[in-house]
């Protein structure tokens, strides 16, 4: 029995130390449409891939759509696998990261041996599926990757006995300064839609003077429409109360389209006075856009606006950067969970020798 | 990119208008601040040429003498001509001596910021053979009334933004030229404004290159100030003068310039109200 345990410990301890242990990324179908966090699972998965560590994207159908159509063929090079599937296999070594959504799927793997870790992308999802008074720490979710300290320290709070990563967001190399001179179009991203209707009606209805400056709501485009209407648009419009990060003004940053936003909930560490035009109140956002536009009429901008911004968004736009701290990471994950299979082993053989 | 010289055409027919003298100095303040107001980053204009079309009378002339135009290459034309808004015009864009042309008028008022972002447009867009600016109306008093040129922007008008097409003029007359730079080969090619045309001369003008392919397109900065309402201008006399024009005789020149844009030349049209 014991040679058996000694031959699957060892197994563990070779697959952890040659980093052919399974990394399970569960990813949500978004049916062929853009959305930031998925992106995020997909450049952590690719890129950890890229550096030898092996990485499979779980979904939970088997008609997933993929998201090839809008990251391109490279992230589809990724492995995908079923939960549906009885194929599924996990080893005690493998990892498997699960976005904070998906509270329930962590009660169903709760059994399971490996090593869990919550993607927590965003703290206002977290408690959605998971039951009143349970915490990750019930299903075996002990680790938590955020996005950033003002997230992580509001869930610190929260979910007790977690130890917290943090890892920012990648902005992609689509994304960077405008070539040719900004259209009259302002780029609206809200979390609710009615926002985005509401704060484009109410502006038109209040100054009719500018009726002929287009509003794009900038929902459901690929990356590369995007970036492209970034770069088209004189300014962005940004409201979303319980953002977590915040990738789309920082995309918006790098293209030179200044923000005007409301602040978050949680504050993220890279908006300051100086790379936007931030605000307590969604209620003058129209007043704001007004002046402002009157402003970018009579080339009456501060350029430093341009340029604190597009510094800021570079900061998360350097692909080396995210490599590092992202392997460094699961090198960490990997070597403490190594420890914890070679304490194993060594045990089982003084017990064996005993 | 090279500095951009241009050619700033002035009629001038009378200077017994209200406030001339007062308007003629803020209208040349404002040219010589389009040198003034370069920016850091290497978009500017080297030289501007002004081309001061006047009528001759006495005046004028000697008002014109005794004015400090430093700042400006002068091409002071004495037209012995027709001196009508249209001709004078046509022989100020026939005597200027650069590449590029804009049309101005002595009670309006070029922003600082205009030359500077055109010269950025020609270089960011090479194709493009005229730059409209984004006008601000203003009343009497000289307050706001509302933009012109603007609509080449709204999102239901054109498919693609900024670019003024011969579509969306037959269905939209409300543009203007004031302010305008446009390549002087544009005047060459097509023709310049057609004096016989009233009221529409300058729809009918727009017309006429957007049927030819003139790349025409609004830069979306405040431009130019107008004054579309002192009492003794083009269109001022046609609202408010001795015999303002009906509605019929209105749509009768809308309705002629959409006819008459095919032609070059103009083919000296007249309007006669006819017995019912």
Redesign the interface.
Known sequence: MNEETILKVEQSVKNLSDKSCRIYFLCQDTKGNAKAGVRMIYDMALTLKNNGFNTIIMHEKNDYYGVESWLGEEYSEIPHSCIENQDLKVSPEDFIIIPEVYGHVMEQISKLSCAKIVLCQSYDHMLETLQPGTSWTNHGFTKCITTNEAQKEYIKDIMKNVSFDILEPLIGDEYGPKTLPSKPIVSIHTREQRDTMKIIKTFYLKYPQYRWITFRDMRGLSPEEFSEYLKDSFVSVWVDDTSGFGTFPLESMISRTPVIGKVPNLKPEWLSDDNGVWTYEQNNIHDILAEFIQNWLEDNINEELYDKGLEMGKKYNDKELFTEKLTTLFDSYISQRKEIFESQLEKIKIEEEG | MENLNISVVLPVESSKHKGFELLFKSCITSIINQVRTCPKRGQCVEDIELVLVHSGEEDLESFINGFDFSGLTTNIVHNTGDTDFCSQINLGVEKSTNEWVSLFEFDDEY?S?WF??VS??ID??PDVKAFLP?VVDTDEKGV?A??TN??T???NMNSE??YLTNEVLLNYQNFQTSGMVFKKSLFEDFGGFKKSIKLTFVYELLLRLTYNSASIMT????GYKHSNMREGSVFWDYKFGSSPLTQDEVSFWIDLAKKEHFFKEDRNIKFELGEV
């Open positions: 922003s910021i500077k972002n950025k447009y960011s867009y984004l706001f509302g933009f603007e609509a922007f709204a999102a933004i900024g830069i979306p900065k405040i």
